[in-house]
Nanobody, 115 residues
């Protein structure tokens, strides 16, 4: 059974940093592309970072230069390092992958940016 479990969210001041983790189980992690999405209050879910099985990374302009996605294929974990956080980064953050055409989501971890 595929499971994705996020952690690392919390309350942070503007300009601060957080590192999110997503631990995967039940899958052959190293062959899968992994993604981080977020959904802010009243907003649609949006992609914020992607990493392929080969380590190629992609980011939207809204987080480029501030967020870094990485993966540890030994720990079956994908990370999202978030620096210089802004109020608009407040959201629930989800990790995501697709296995044999089926999309899997974690339960999400809340990030709140507030002074």
């Amino acid at each position: 059974q595929v499971q994705l479990v996020e952690s690392g969210g919390g309350l942070v001041q503007p300009g601060g940093s957080l590192r999110l983790s997503c631990a995967a189980s039940g899958i052959i992690f190293n062959i899968l592309d992994m993604n981080w999405y977020r959904q802010g209050p009243g907003k649609e879910r949006e992609l914020v970072a992607a990493i392929t099985s080969g380590g190629i990374r992609n980011y939207p302009d809204s987080v480029k230069g501030r967020f870094t996605i990485s993966r540890d294929n030994v720990k079956n974990t994908v990370y999202l390092q978030m620096n210089n956080l802004k109020y608009e980064d407040t959201a629930v953050y989800y990790c995501n992958t697709k296995v044999w055409g089926r999309v899997y989501w974690g339960q999400g971890t809340q990030v709140a940016v507030s002074s």
